[in-house]
């Protein structure tokens, strides 16, 4: 019987036959956290009695969520984190560095890998082929620690997506109407691999973005095979020695297939509370929006930026929609800048926010009043999550959001182009 | 070492109680002082809740048991989540279903997290469940639920407390069955 990725993976890092069902015991490659749960992993890692990192240079703490800190707690917490990683000599990634899970792709994740991080969105990593899998503080705390962690092994559900993007159409599109069709418990304990024609054609950025959302159906890891768009990523970022290609074997044990074909897809809209209510734009158009949000884990990357630069270029934001956009890295900050995406934005009326995770969790930097909707690139729009439980939220593509901000209303960016 | 057979009041919850719920972002500021967070779980989602859990805790013999519908816990990692709801007196939580991350930091926590058809129980009923057997008896309406049973290292994690106590004993995970 053939292997499913995860099942490769886990074979590989628990050094033993690794099948969905099972639990093994497996490497880890790479162990974050960031500040927003890094304190409790300190505090854990002391309770426990550990004195020691199993492997300082992959341990990793990331200053993002608060950055910078706008209260005197945030700003204490950064402090207790920046005197651990001096004390264990872990890494660190200070504020302004960017979001965890971009500065992970850049710098860290390999095909093959296992990494474990302190947030949700950890699965960002499975877009390089590594099985990457967000847990608590304790079992981070752990990680640090042993250099291992424990693993039930998912079952995987096989996503095939053939064709190409319509224009106007892009990854986030293809990512809400699959969490639309299976639901945010659809692959709750399971492992998403995604295959089909189309993966070849997908960019990393892209990927990226597939990857980041399968959490929101519930999954453990969202794993893309490693190919030439891997291999020249790694090369970009000076690690082409880490490329190995890997995917499921034929034969491979699949729980459920489930088909996208890009060519029948349009863009897709998010509605308040819930990240599986998911519609086509056309049935949200015309929904006044106060702010528009481009950035994130999710869309926060150059080639976002590059979309919304291009559909805002000598326009203007409405004058009652507010527009934040915060590059994922400094490293995309720099690129956007070089290739003018940033002037196009600030000469729209867009406000840059550092790199960083910004308005998404509702701790700064655009915090939504009572009544009012946001139109964010971001994969979360629970009740509350962008600081104001008296808010709405509604998730798009940076196409989307741009069009949108110019309108001041939720628009078809296909309208815009 | 939690107690394994645990007597108490079902306080019911939806479906899809994500962790933005159970503990908003808005707070993050206080995750560094456990007891001023745990005063705002559920405090958007079920503004009853804690000073219901507070109420049951504090009674003669019994706990709070949060019973909720399917997908308990979706969204972020934060182990805040059953940390606050365990400070807020809870002894145990059912679910229909429950995400993977919030299952996992529950039972790190030492808190019980079991699996069962949470439609058949009231709010307020008063419950009595063997955490080992995975029975939920049903004292108001008489019924008996049976769990799921989750993978043993679970089990031991739970039955030494948490991954605390679990890795002070161990300094290692160890694969049982």
């Not at chain 1, 893309?224 to 880490?242: A, M, Q």
């Not at chain 1, 934001?317 to 956007?336: E, F, W």
């Not at chain 1, 629970?382 to 209303?409: K, V």
């Amino acid at each position: 019987m053939g292997k499913t990725l995860a099942e490769k993976i886990l074979s590989l890092k628990s050094h033993g036959e690794a099948k969905a069902g099972d639990v093994v015991i497996s490497d880890v490659d790479l162990a974050f956290v960031q500040d927003a749960t890094g304190p409790l992993t300190v505090r854990q890692f002391r309770e426990i009695g550990f004195k020691a990192l199993a492997k300082p240079q992959q341990t990793v703490i990331f200053l993002d969520h608060a950055a910078p800190s706008p209260s005197q707690q945030l700003s204490n917490d950064h402090i207790l984190l920046r005197r651990f990683a001096g004390q264990t000599g872990c890494r660190i990634y200070d504020v302004g560095e960017g979001i965890c899970h971009q500065l992970v792709a850049e710098s860290f994740a390999n095909p093959g890998d296992v990494i474990v991080g302190a947030d949700s969105h950890t699965v960002t990593a499975g877009a390089l082929g590594a099985f990457a899998t967000g847990m608590g503080s304790s079992d981070v705390a752990v990680a640090f620690a042993l250099g291992k962690t424990w693993f039930r092994v998912p079952e995987s559900l096989l996503i095939e997506i053939d064709g190409t993007f319509p224009p106007g159409v892009y990854a986030k599109d293809l990512v809400l109407h699959l969490i639309g069709q299976i639901g945010a418990d659809g692959a709750n304990y399971r492992a998403l691999e995604f295959g089909g024609d189309a993966v070849a054609r997908m960019t990393m950025s892209q990927r990226l973005t597939v990857a980041n959302m399968g959490v929101e159906a519930g999954a453990k890891v969202g794993l893309f095979p490693s190919d030439r768009i891997t291999r020249d990523f790694l090369r970009e970022h000076g690690r082409v020695g880490k490329y190995r290609p890997l995917s499921a074997d034929a034969g491979a044990n699949y729980e459920q297939v489930i088909a996208v074909n890009l060519n029948q897809l349009e863009p897709m809209v998010s509605l308040p509370h819930a990240v599986d209510n998911v519609r086509p734009v056309a049935q949200v158009k015309g929904v006044k929006i106060q702010q528009a949000f481009i950035g994130t884990c999710t869309n926060g990357r150059t080639e976002d930026l590059a979309v919304a630069a291009e559909i805002l270029k000598g326009k203007k934001r409405h004058a009652g929609t507010r527009l934040l956009v915060a590059p994922a890295s400094k490293q995309v900050l720099i690129q956007a800048m070089e290739k003018g995406y940033i002037q196009s934005l600030i000469g729209a009326g867009a406000i840059i926010l550092p790199p960083g995770c910004a308005a998404c969790l509702g701790l700064h930097q655009g915090v939504l009043g009572d009544g009012e909707v946001c139109l964010s690139t971001a994969n979360r729009n629970f009740r509350g999550r962008m600081g104001n439980p008296e808010a709405m939220i509604y998730l798009a593509s940076p196409a989307t959001a741009a069009a949108s901000a110019i309108r001041g209303e939720i628009t078809d960016p296909r309208e815009m182009m | 070492m939690p107690d394994l057979v645990l007597r108490g009041k079902a306080i019911k919850l939806g479906d899809n109680i994500s962790t933005d719920d159970i503990i908003p972002g808005r707070f993050v500021h206080l995750r560094s002082n456990l007891p001023e967070l745990a005063k705002h779980v559920l405090e958007d989602a079920a503004p009853e809740f804690a000073s219901r859990a507070t109420a049951l805790s504090a009674g003669c013999g019994g706990k709070a048991i949060l019973v909720a519908g399917k997908n308990l816990g979706l969204g972020s990692s934060r182990e805040h989540a059953p940390v606050v709801i365990k400070m807020s007196g809870v002894g145990a939580i059912l679910a229909k279903s429950a995400a993977r991350i919030f299952f996992r930091n529950a039972i790190n926590q030492g808190m019980p997290v079991l699996l069962c058809d949470t439609d058949k129980i009231g709010d307020g009923d008063e419950l009595e469940i063997n955490v080992n057997d995975g029975k939920i008896a049903d004292v108001t309406s008489g019924i008996t639920l049976t769990c799921g049973k989750m993978p043993p290292i679970m089990s031991a994690i739970l039955e030494e407390g948490g991954v605390v106590p679990y890795m002070q004993r161990h300094r290692g995970f160890v694969i049982t069955g």
